[in-house]
């Protein structure tokens, strides 16, 4: 299956790309792609280097000709997003992904793709391996934990660079050069509740909310697709009013994921059956009509199932569905200064009510500190209202954008020149590490781009290969045009 990935052009970026598939990944769990990428470095003979945080340096000397050009720093992150769907069978800890060709699309079967950030580590692993290609001296920096707090880039050695520019191949469309973006900080609300065995003549059901999209709570929040938890909390808000309880939910997942599916164990008196049933087949309808463009394949479940030995009182549900349906989910604000931009969002990533605890995640960006606060202390003040105990946690900056960046002029000039057209030189919603980094080393130059995925943070994870061969062109003909020193 990934020999056909490997007969792709560019095929020094493809192979590479299907060798770090082949190493499990996941976010806090980069020991073996730490391993890999330190081997792969040692193997070429290169200066390699693992910093305490657990980053990787690997420095190769400019080629004849451009040894009076800057510094170049090609910075790609190690770890990716692990999302799969319900009914694929894989173990991200144990098994490489599975890839396969669609047209102009390379896939994954069923999972995430990895080519957030997978593409940019495999062009700078093929740039480091090759003998041919032209370029000044080169700072390899592989960065970990991106996806899940940037611990990588937020606690990376100060002195361990040179680099007087910095290209993050990060950016997910290639006609994009991105000058800046978010930044974000979790938070976590949790409360205990009283439980109670379940009335006497009454019926379990699961509910499922399963079928949507998903997708990068930042590229894709601007879309308004569904978010599984907010619409499970509307089915169980409406099925409450038949005197319904509910048992169990677990929605979600990454909070850097739109969550595409949640479930839930409810129990209902048989006297209310009729009305319960009737108050979720009419929210169903009026979602799924909301929802008719941009969730097509949206469904709402109901199914008999196991009667639970509790369920949640009375008090406590009332008082966590209402929290959750005034917890804000999606665009807050957009951006005044920069047209179609989202300043601030929130993605309610997942909730966990079982055994007495229950437990929300979220993840809030804004490109504006104030307005990530702003939002935060609003979300915050939201659920304390609840009952709930908030931590916020894993607080990182954003990118401010620099328009008269001496490496933008470059890169833009350049753009035009290969595809006779300008680029589009922005901002985006996302978490690049560029900012973190930028405060280690605030002189560094940066711009960021990459090449076209879609998709990413959900199985739907897809990247273009056209669009792959594009990126490899421009970023070989980017190392050559380097400024002076």
């Given at each position: 299956m990934n020999s056909e990935i490997r007969n792709l052009e560019p095929k020094a970026v493809w192979n590479k790309f299907a060798d770090l598939n082949a190493v499990p990944r996941p976010s806090k769990k980069e020991e073996r792609v730490i391993a890999f990428m330190k081997e792969f470095g040692e193997s070429l003979g290169l200066e390699t280097l693992e910093d305490k945080a657990g980053n990787v340096i690997i420095k190769k000397p400019a080629t004849k000709g451009l040894e009076d050009r800057k510094t170049v720093v090609l910075q790609s992150h190690l770890d990716m997003v692990h999302q799969k769907n319900n009914d694929t069978d894989f173990d991200f800890d144990t098994q490489g992904i599975e890839m396969y060709v669609d047209g102009d699309w390379v896939r994954a079967k069923g999972t995430t793709l990895g080519a957030d950030?997978?593409?940019?580590?495999?062009?700078?692993?093929?740039?480091?391996?090759?003998?041919?290609?032209?370029?000044?001296?080169?700072?390899?920096?592989?960065?970990?934990?991106?996806?899940?707090?940037?611990?990588?880039?937020?606690?990376?050695?100060?002195?361990?660079?040179?680099?007087?520019?910095?290209?993050n191949l990060d950016t997910e469309?290639?006609?994009?050069?991105?000058?800046?973006?978010?930044?974000?900080?979790?938070?976590?609300?949790?409360?205990?509740?009283?439980t109670q065995a379940p009335a006497a003549n009454s019926k379990a059901f699961k509910v499922t909310v399963k079928g949507l999209n998903g997708g990068h709570s930042g590229m894709d929040i601007i879309k308004g697709l569904g978010n599984a938890n907010k619409i499970m909390n509307r089915?169980?808000?409406?099925?409450?009013?038949?005197?319904?309880?509910?048992?169990?939910?677990?929605?979600g997942g990454l909070r850097n994921a739109i969550p595409r599916e949640s479930n839930a164990v409810v129990v209902v008196t048989e006297k209310d059956l009729k009305e319960f049933k009737s108050a979720v087949e009419s929210i169903t309808k009026a979602i799924?009509?909301?929802?008719?463009?941009?969730?097509?394949?949206?469904?709402?479940?109901?199914?008999?199932?196991?009667?639970?030995a509790e369920v949640m009182s009375v008090k406590d549900q009332s008082l966590l569905?209402?929290?959750?349906?005034?917890?804000?989910?999606?665009?807050?604000?957009?951006?005044?200064?920069?047209?179609?931009?989202?300043?601030?969002?929130?993605?309610?990533?997942?909730?966990?009510?079982?055994?007495?605890?229950?437990?929300?995640?979220?993840?809030?960006?804004?490109?504006?500190e104030s307005g990530k606060w702003n939002l935060a202390n609003t979300l915050e003040s939201t659920f304390e209202l609840g009952g709930f105990e908030v931590d916020l946690s894993g607080d990182y900056p954003g990118w401010s954008p620099n328009p008269?960046?001496?490496?933008l002029k470059v890169v833009e000039k350049l753009y035009v020149k290969q595809n006779g057209e300008e680029a589009d030189v922005?901002?985006?919603?996302?978490?690049?590490?560029?900012?973190?980094?930028?405060?280690?080393?605030?002189?560094?130059d940066m711009v960021s781009f990459g090449p076209t995925i879609r998709g990413a943070h959900s199985p739907d994870e897809r990247a273009s290969i056209s669009s792959t061969q594009k990126f490899w062109k421009f970023t070989l003909a980017a190392l050559k045009e380097i400024p002076k020193k």
């Amino acid at each position: 299956m990934n020999s056909e990935i490997r007969n792709l052009e560019p095929k020094a970026v493809w192979n590479k790309f299907a060798d770090l598939n082949a190493v499990p990944r996941p976010s806090k769990k980069e020991e073996r792609v730490i391993a890999f990428m330190k081997e792969f470095g040692e193997s070429l003979g290169l200066e390699t280097l693992e910093d305490k945080a657990g980053n990787v340096i690997i420095k190769k000397p400019a080629t004849k000709g451009l040894e009076d050009r800057k510094t170049v720093v090609l910075q790609s992150h190690l770890d990716m997003v692990h999302q799969k769907n319900n009914d694929t069978d894989f173990d991200f800890d144990t098994q490489g992904i599975e890839m396969y060709v669609d047209g102009d699309w390379v896939r994954a079967k069923g999972t995430t793709l990895g080519a957030d950030n997978g593409l940019g580590v495999a062009t700078i692993m093929a740039i480091l391996e090759s003998k041919e290609i032209e370029h000044p001296s080169l700072e390899a920096l592989f960065t970990i934990d991106e996806e899940t707090g940037m611990t990588g880039a937020k606690n990376l050695d100060n002195s361990i660079l040179d680099g007087e520019i910095l290209l993050n191949l990060d950016t997910e469309e290639d006609d994009e050069i991105g000058i800046g973006c978010a930044g974000g900080i979790d938070l976590t609300a949790k409360k205990t509740y009283k439980t109670q065995a379940p009335a006497a003549n009454s019926k379990a059901f699961k509910v499922t909310v399963k079928g949507l999209n998903g997708g990068h709570s930042g590229m894709d929040i601007i879309k308004g697709l569904g978010n599984a938890n907010k619409i499970m909390n509307r089915v169980l808000f409406e099925g409450a009013k038949a005197e319904m309880q509910v048992a169990k939910i677990n929605g979600g997942g990454l909070r850097n994921a739109i969550p595409r599916e949640s479930n839930a164990v409810v129990v209902v008196t048989e006297k209310d059956l009729k009305e319960f049933k009737s108050a979720v087949e009419s929210i169903t309808k009026a979602i799924k009509e909301e929802y008719v463009t941009l969730e097509p394949n949206l469904e709402v479940e109901v199914k008999d199932t196991e009667m639970p030995a509790e369920v949640m009182s009375v008090k406590d549900q009332s008082l966590l569905l209402k929290t959750i349906t005034a917890a804000h989910n999606g665009v807050f604000r957009m951006s005044p200064a920069i047209e179609g931009l989202v300043e601030t969002s929130n993605n309610v990533a997942k909730v966990s009510v079982e055994n007495g605890k229950m437990e929300v995640m979220c993840l809030t960006r804004s490109s504006v500190e104030s307005g990530k606060w702003n939002l935060a202390n609003t979300l915050e003040s939201t659920f304390e209202l609840g009952g709930f105990e908030v931590d916020l946690s894993g607080d990182y900056p954003g990118w401010s954008p620099n328009p008269n960046s001496s490496i933008l002029k470059v890169v833009e000039k350049l753009y035009v020149k290969q595809n006779g057209e300008e680029a589009d030189v922005a901002a985006c919603h996302a978490g690049l590490e560029c900012g973190i980094l930028g405060s280690h080393y605030p002189e560094m130059d940066m711009v960021s781009f990459g090449p076209t995925i879609r998709g990413a943070h959900s199985p739907d994870e897809r990247a273009s290969i056209s669009s792959t061969q594009k990126f490899w062109k421009f970023t070989l003909a980017a190392l050559k045009e380097i400024p002076k020193k």
